[in-house]
T-cell receptor
């Protein structure tokens, strides 16, 4: 059974720091992996999607990497800003009858001015 | 603004009551989804739909029902509410993926439901 974990559950960093969020999954037979952002009281916003054949994706200050063999993905945020404060969730897609998407519990990030 | 709209934002129900959570999208997306998010847990899929008139069960469908009479609307009904259904409910939508996959892309802001 696929399980997705994210460590740490919460992270606090000073503004300007580069930081890495971690995502681990137990079964490497995934279709793709997504990173989402969730602001308090809001829904999820899709940030990056990495197909299983890809190693990384970049969008602005965000870079996501994928290592299927080790069951790991990282989200790198460069030059963090207070506006980056949110919960970040990763999710893997398995090939089942309906392409099952399995979400991790998220990492709550606080960027301190 | 275009997007996914959920109503109500908050609701308190008594055990055994019923209610319908509303979801509407104006992006002409074929695919729509209902998830629940419990504290400290990832989202779990309740039901999904690939088009009007077509619905299927997700991972945790028990205690819920859905319908999809139009492309825009995908209501979720709770019958005989139980404390275990206390959660935050998210509706999402998407076009089919590049390889026909079902992956939520646009989320509503959620309905926070408490069953007492």
């Amino acid at each position: 059974k696929q399980e997705v974990t994210q460590i740490p559950a919460a992270l606090s960093v000073p503004e300007g720091e580069n930081l890495v969020l971690n995502c681990s999954f137990t079964d490497s037979a995934i279709y793709n992996l997504q990173w989402f952002r969730q602001d308090p009281g809001k829904g999820l916003t899709s940030l990056l999607l990495i197909q299983s054949s890809q190693r990384e994706q970049t969008s602005g200050r965000l870079n996501a990497s994928l290592d299927k063999s080790s069951g790991r993905s990282t989200l790198y945020i460069a030059a963090s800003q207070p506006g980056d404060s949110a919960t970040y969730l990763c999710a893997v897609t398995e090939k089942t009858s309906y392409d099952k998407v399995i979400f991790g519990p998220g990492t709550s990030l606080s960027v301190i001015p | 603004n275009a997007g996914v709209t959920q109503t109500p934002k908050f609701r308190i129900l008594k055990i055994g009551q019923s209610m319908t959570l509303q979801c509407a999208q104006d992006m002409n997306h074929n695919y729509m989804y209902w998830y629940r998010q419990d504290p400290g847990m990832g989202l779990k899929l309740i039901y999904y739909s690939v088009g009007a008139g077509i619905t299927d069960k997700g991972e945790v469908p028990n205690g819920y029902n859905v319908s999809r009479s139009t492309t825009e609307d995908f209501p979720l009904r709770l019958e005989l509410a139980a404390p275990s259904q206390t959660s935050v409910y998210f509706c999402a939508s998407s076009f089919p993926g590049a390889l026909g996959g079902y992956q939520p892309q646009h989320f509503g802001d959620g309905t926070r439901l408490s069953i007492l």
